[in-house]
Every structure is written in structure tokens, then in C-alpha cells.
């Protein structure tokens, strides 16, 4: 999944006509346990390197 992600986010910003704007990939899953588990994927505009930026966060919103 995280590899289709960040070709994705490579392929939107390759894509995209608005130069000004970013294109990312954010995908939110939550588990049986109530956890959320968000990936946000990137990718620097007009960037030549084939980086891309990954964030994961994961919230228990069971604990108030």
C-alpha cells in the first residue's frame, strides 16, 4: 500500500497544472481497537530526487 501511495504522490505532482499548489496522499485507517493509524505521503514539488516524504501517526482514541 505505502508503495502505490508514493507513486501515487510522485504521479500527482508530475500531473498537477496548479504549480502553487501540493499534492499529497492521506490515508486514515482505524483498527478493531479503536486506534487511528493516519500515513501522509509527499513529494517535493519540481523536486529532481525521488524522495518522498512519509508522517505516521497513530491516536488511541480510547483513552479520552
Do not use: P, W
Amino acid at each position: 500500500m505505502l508503495l502505490q501511495a508514493s507513486c501515487l504522490a510522485r504521479l500527482g505532482n508530475m500531473l498537477m497544472t496548479n504549480r502553487s499548489s501540493a499534492f499529497f496522499v492521506k490515508a486514515i485507517y482505524i483498527d478493531r481497537h479503536y486506534c487511528v493509524v493516519e500515513h501522509t505521503l509527499s513529494h517535493k514539488r519540481g523536486s529532481l530526487d525521488k524522495v518522498v516524504t512519509y508522517n505516521l501517526l497513530i491516536v488511541d482514541v480510547t483513552n479520552g
